[in-house]
């Protein structure tokens, strides 16, 4: 089965930095959009970022725009989230996504391909 695997997350102060990493061993997703995601406690899974399959056009959630970079290296099959300014409002579960569309893709009904989580908490 196709799978999605997330790395990075933890715990860190208000103000601090974390980068996640999405890796899919076992299958190329180069020329997939990929995307994050996140999930509060007791809240929807909501879209915090996405990049088309060549990494030039990315879009942000208003709520993360300005803080978080969503980049990719397809040479290493990897997607990645830097996240600065970390808030506690942004503490949550975070998913990475895939869809064999080529464009950037912020609907999550459109993804296909989903990873584990990684949990990241922010302390206040």
């Known amino acids: 089965q196709v799978q999605l695997v997330e790395s990075g997350g933890g715990l860190v102060q208000a103000g601090g930095s974390l980068r996640l990493s999405c890796a899919a061993p076992g299958r190329t997703f180069s020329r997939y959009a990929r995307g994050w995601f996140r999930q509060a406690p007791g809240k929807e899974r909501v879209f915090v970022a996405a990049i088309s399959w060549s990494g030039g056009s990315t879009y942000y959630a208003d709520s993360v725009k300005g803080r978080f970079t969503i980049s990719r290296d397809n040479t290493k099959n990897t997607v990645y989230l830097q996240m600065n300014s970390l808030r506690p409002e942004d503490t949550a579960v975070y998913f990475c996504?895939?869809?064999?569309?080529?464009?950037?893709?912020?609907?999550?009904?459109?993804?296909?391909?989903w990873g584990q989580g990684t949990q990241v908490t922010v302390s206040s």
């Open positions: 996504a895939a869809n064999d569309n080529t464009g950037v893709i912020y609907s999550i009904r459109e993804y296909d391909y």
